[in-house]
């Protein structure tokens, strides 16, 4: 079983200034990727409930449950605090991991960066904690900024708002964490903690995950086919040139190289591992380009379209870069079937 194809929510296409362009032959990721559901087929709100139909899972209503900041520890705490009073009529909520909270983020939107029409009352457009720590830095948990969109990690000490989750989802995969740790960075049994790594939430990864195929690596999670070592692009680009690296647009019948969107580059992300911040098998594969910064999504940015998403694949962070510059490199990708 592979997933569903991956859609970021961006729907109309840039050019290298922000101004709107024509999608077909562009290489963006609005010219690819299916139209998002509208949010009144994939919400379904009861209350104080709001139920995904995309993902499985069911949110507050309100993004802000408590209406007050917490550092991280003070955030699980809450959440199991939230459990013990059966918040809502439910005692199995949880602190999201970072598939699941990126999961409500609409890349074509900002201010918030949800899909919009959404159900959600009392967004804060900052910072929201998630259950997953950053390897390597254990002291530090990442973060989804809803102004934006973009995914960082900041120090467990420091406060931000929790938005609480509960269900099982039926197409996000886990992280890739196993491990917990407290505020400190030390490790500490998982057992309890509702931690990423005790719950470990998501679809389990295939093992082996990837595929050496006779066209390139083929992730068999996601279904998505990733242009083999000795034929990607080496060089760092601006985003037009990583658009036009690749030849000709790819179409439904000729399913050519294309640069990813930032979903897709998202979810090869590890978040056991880190400088890179990829599976091993794939970090393998990348060879010397897994040193480099990161790699172009073909993702306009909704907050400012001057700008495009960008893997940071070192850290596993998901950010921007200005156009213009020649910071990032590319790996393209195919879907050799629907």
């Known amino acids: 079983m592979t997933l569903p194809p991956l859609g970021s929510g961006q729907t109309v296409c840039f050019d290298e200034n922000g101004v709107p ?17 509208s949010s009144g087929e994939r919400f379904r709100p009861t209350d104080a409930l709001v139920h995904d139909t995309s993902t499985g899972l069911t949110w507050s209503r309100s993004a802000n449950v408590l209406g007050f ?35 409500l983020i609409s890349h074509g939107q900002s201010r918030p960066a949800l899909p919009k029409g959404h159900p959600f009352t009392e967004v804060f457009l900052g910072w929201y904690w998630t259950s997953t720590t950053k390897a390597e830095m254990p002291a530090y948990a990442w973060n989804v900024h809803l102004e934006g969109g973009r995914m960082f990690y900041s120090r467990k000490d420091e406060f931000r708002l929790l938005w609480p989750v509960r269900g099982s989802s039926h197409t996000l995969p886990q992280t890739g964490q196993s491990t917990c740790f407290d505020a400190a960075g030390s490790p500490l049994p998982c057992l309890g903690t509702g931690q990423d790594g005790d719950l470990r939430c998501g679809l389990a990864w295939p093992s082996p995950r990837f595929a050496r195929t006779p066209t390139g690596v083929l992730d068999l999670l996601t279904g998505l086919c990733w242009m083999p070592p000795a034929e990607r692009p080496a060089q760092t680009c601006t985003w037009q040139e990583a658009l036009t690296l690749l030849g000709p647009s790819s179409t439904a019948s000729n399913p050519v190289w294309r640069l990813p969107s930032i979903t897709e580059l998202e979810s090869l992300v590890d978040a056991a591992q880190a400088n890179p911040a990829l599976p091993p098998a794939i970090a393998e594969e990348l060879g010397e380009m897994a040193s480099g910064d990161g790699f172009w999504s073909s993702t306009s940015s909704g907050y400012d379209p001057a700008w495009a998403y960008v893997l940071y694949v070192q850290k596993g962070a998901v950010g921007v870069g200005f156009k213009p510059g020649r910071e990032f490199r590319v790996w393209p990708v195919r879907r050799d079937s629907a």
């Open 21 to 37: 362009v024509p999608c077909p032959g562009s290489g963006q990721d609005a010219e690819f990727q299916r139209p998002p559901p």
């Open 69 to 103: 900041p917490q550092t991280w520890p003070e955030a699980l705490l809450a959440v199991a605090n939230l459990n013990q009073t059966g918040f809502l009529g439910h005692g199995d909520w949880r602190l999201p991991n970072w598939r699941e909270l990126r999961s």
